[in-house]
């Protein structure tokens, strides 16, 4: 068919064809001239119209750094190296270091390079110099804090063999004045140091068996809870001599207790944490917790083990030096590698308790280290990430539960932004303060997710909390080209996230805050990170300019 046209006379476009042996006319309807122009105005209207609505369907879904339920690739030791400027300063102050991580997580082979970064111990901007300084300044830290827990173990069981509650009480106070003894104010020192992250320059390193003990050495593990009960059947620690500690790495028991943090009971908060006198630390609420840390460290489960093929192999001389450095008993029914587990547990549960006594332990506390001693295999270096890790976790371990509360409320108010049917449904049952979701609060989603799947969870978390503290994206500018800005509660996000991906089941079946409960209790297993991680992003996305207070 051939195709001609010619102007009609009107101003019209006349088209013809033919084939066949017949011929075909078609004539356009004349336009005039200016409808021609207000036909192009339209046209190019509604492209325009077009264009808005896919922006505005993109911007709906923005896309996520872990979207399609897959992840990136993680931080690779070869990219790590090349973040570094020639004097080991991390490039750009950080920001595609965290950009990195918070979009694909850590290679494992670098995590105890990468973890001090993302938890406080090392300025972003530090240089490898200056984080040598800081290193040797922390070590002796540490090993102070574990001078004093050898001499309240030692006094505690000084009491415990019939000292009079007089005698002991006036020790506890002649305690903080021993010359060898470093005072409170030394404690709150090392504190406020972390956590206004001064660099103060120190002498030179100390001697630490431990390094030449722990060296390439990996371990993880997740302790367990107790009860009152439990505590009584605990033997008390044998004296300590006054040589220089084993410093530990990790094992782990079999499985916990059942579900002792599913619900908030009281009876799980350590002993009269508040207003805590600074002698108080070497008396009574001392030799309570060093009891409840013994317990939680050998109960710890075996999870970590085929994460750390070199700690699983521990040998048993080692196992049981390290356990009787730090007083640890009734662990002959441990392989050797838990019982190694269980003493680091102690070492560094104990040395916190000194540093921050009014929090002191708290059943849960060594669900969130158990981790970090899988992958940082120095334990002052450990100690110090748990320090870091701990500077926002603390609150969930107060006696008044206020940290508690106001997580719940934030989850509850996510919850309802997003899903106003499931917040209803929950009013009806009395469950709109999701207390139902306390476990995942407190332990940090620990227990409904494997132990590979916690870590990467919390990597990414540490990114978002590393970036605030720094104050990448606190300009409107970077706002709005990151759409979903770092947020300190990126956790409670993904506990949210959790519950609305039961939301259907919850709605339908479930008519009571028990049942609910056990299906939460139940995630354990069955969730993927990934697609957590994506589902809580679209809620930042979405949500955090009504839930979060001004950008922090």
């Known amino acids: 068919m051939l195709i001609s046209s010619s102007n009609s006379p009107n101003g019209g476009i006349q088209l013809s064809g033919g084939g066949g042996g017949g011929r075909f006319w078609w004539e356009v309807v004349p336009v005039a001239p200016s409808s021609r122009t207000t036909l192009a105005f339209t046209a190019v209207a509604g492209i325009a119209v077009f264009a808005a609505l896919l922006y505005t369907t993109s911007r709906g879904r923005l896309k996520s750094p872990w979207s399609r339920r897959k992840r990136k690739h993680a931080l690779t030791p070869r990219q790590w190296k090349s973040l570094f400027t020639p004097d080991g300063k991390l490039r750009d102050g950080g920001v595609t270091f965290l950009k990195k991580v918070r979009s694909g997580g850590i290679d494992p082979s670098i995590r105890t390079e990468v973890w001090p970064f993302l938890l406080g111990v090392y300025d972003l901007n530090s240089t490898s110099e200056e984080r040598e300084i800081i290193r040797i300044q922390k070590r002796k830290e540490y090993e102070n804090f574990r001078r004093q827990c050898r001499r309240l173990r030692k006094h505690s069981n000084d009491c415990s063999k019939g000292t009079s509650e007089r005698s002991c009480i006036e020790d506890s106070g002649s305690l903080a004045e021993d010359s060898d003894y470093s005072s ?94 600074p002698n ?222 039961k939301r259907k089941l919850i709605i339908e079946k479930y008519s009571s805050m028990d049942e609910i409960l056990r299906e939460c209790n139940s995630m354990s297993g069955h969730l993927d990170v990934w697609k957590l991680l994506d589902d809580a992003h679209n809620l930042v996305v979405n949500l955090h300019d009504k839930i979060e207070a001004p950008f922090r």
Not at 188 to 214: C, I, N
Not at 466 to 481: F, H, V
Request: proline fraction near 4%; charge should be negative.
């Open 184 to 277: 409170y104010e030394d404690v709150v020192s090392a504190r406020e140091s972390l956590s206004s992250e001064e660099r103060s320059p120190d002498v030179e390193d100390s001697d630490d068996p431990s390094s030449a003990l722990l060296e390439g050495y990996d371990a993880s593990g997740q302790t367990t809870n107790t009860d009152a009960s439990a505590l009584n059947t605990e033997s008390s620690d044998s004296e300590s001599s006054e040589d220089p500690e084993v410093i530990q790495a990790s094992s782990s028991s079999e499985g916990r207790e059942e579900n002792d943090l599913d619900v908030p009971l009281k009876e799980n908060t350590s002993p009269s944490r508040t207003e805590l006198h």
């Open 280 to 501: 108080q630390c070497a008396g009574e609420n001392f030799a309570t917790w060093q009891r409840i840390i013994r317990v939680d460290a050998v109960r710890a489960n075996a999870e970590w083990i085929p994460y750390s093929p070199s700690q699983a192999t521990v040998s048993e001389l080692r196992a049981r030096h390290a356990a009787d450095a730090v007083g640890l008993k009734d662990y002959d029914s441990l392989e050797p590698c838990r019982i190694f587990h269980a003493a680091r547990l102690v070492a560094i549960l104990e040395a916190y308790a000194v540093y921050d006594p009014e929090i002191g332990y708290c059943q849960g506390m060594s669900d969130l280290l158990s981790p970090i001693i899988a992958v940082v295999t120095e334990d002052h270096e450990a100690f110090w990430c748990f320090v870091g890790f701990m500077r926002k976790a603390r609150h969930n371990f107060r006696l008044d539960e206020v940290g508690i509360r106001r997580q719940l409320s934030i989850v509850s108010k996510i919850i309802k932004c997003k899903d106003s049917h499931l917040y209803r449904h929950l009013e009806k049952l009395q469950a709109e303060d999701c207390f139902f979701v306390y476990r995942m609060v407190v332990v940090l989603f620990r227990r409904e997710l494997t132990f590979e799947q916690t870590i990467c969870l919390w990597e990414v978390m540490w990114a978002d909390q590393a970036a605030i503290r720094a104050g990448i994206g606190k300009s409107a500018w970077s706002r709005i080209r990151q759409r979903a800005p770092p947020t300190e509660d990126l956790l409670l996000y993904a506990i949210a996230a959790s519950v609305l991906q």
